[in-house]
């Protein structure tokens, strides 16, 4: 054996017992010797001892109880540790929450545990005992007081009934349908008078006026006779303005007449017996024609 191995074992032999044994140096070889001091930083290069596990695909007990046993991993190689948390316990956002959930709460003013609540949307309920309002902030006395003065139906109301509207001087145009009669403007009906009014370009004025019309007959007989075969003209005045041609109620056969055109006893404006033409405002000659036999027509001008 070699004599300097020897001495070696001899030197790493201590005086220190353990029990009836006596104790023996022993040096870890590698460097940085295979410790670290307590705190010190990390170096890269340092070497250590490496813990060893056993791969344990179906986790079974590698030792009995009280025996040294090594780590255990799954056959992935992830190290095996108990954990009282489940698959169960994980619950997608909205789902009704599994038994193990963790749930966030608090203690009320009895020393109860209480949990966190949401709504529907997963919005924390807050409940605000009391507060303190700005100033001026409204109350529910001063909104009491103003929803006294709002009209308590809709639709329209008497002038009492309704609230005071004031417009902006400035205020522009504002537009109304109707019809809107004097009694809905006003409570009651307001007189309106006017010395003088402008008058619309055309319009009738007294001196136009001061001629009224008066009805008499043309130069044509009061009761004319009509044949079947020759056309009769009554003559207008020269102030007419107006006719009106009536065949007599004893007529046996309608009259037909024309203004500028000789009627025929197929063409023309037909009267039956008794019937008129009433007011014609027209100056022009009247012609007329029978259909058959001698009727009678009467002609009223109306002059200016």
Known sequence: MNMLWLNSIKKAVTGTTVGTKQALDVFVAGGG????TEDALHVSGDQGQMALAVRNDAGAALAGDGDYIPLSTDASGNLR???SLTESAVAADGAAAPALVKVAGGVD????TQALRTDTNGELQIDVLSSSLPTGAATETTLAAASAKLP??????????SMAVVLASDQSAVPVSGPVTDVQLRASAVPVSAASLPLPAGAATAALQAKTPINTTGDAAT?????AGAVITLTAPANAVGFSLQADDANTANVRWRQGVDPTASAGQGLAPGQD?????????????SVSGTQTVHINWVLQ
């Open 81 to 83: 540790v108990a954990a």
């Open 277 to 289: 033409t009433g007011y014609f405002p027209c100056a022009a000659n009247v012609r007329a024609i």
């Open 109 to 112: 003013g009895v020393g109860n």
């Open 152 to 161: 308590a139906t809709l639709g329209q109301k008497t002038m009492a009934a």
């Open 223 to 227: 009761n004319a006779a009509v044949g």
């Open 33 to 36: 010797g295979g410790t670290q």
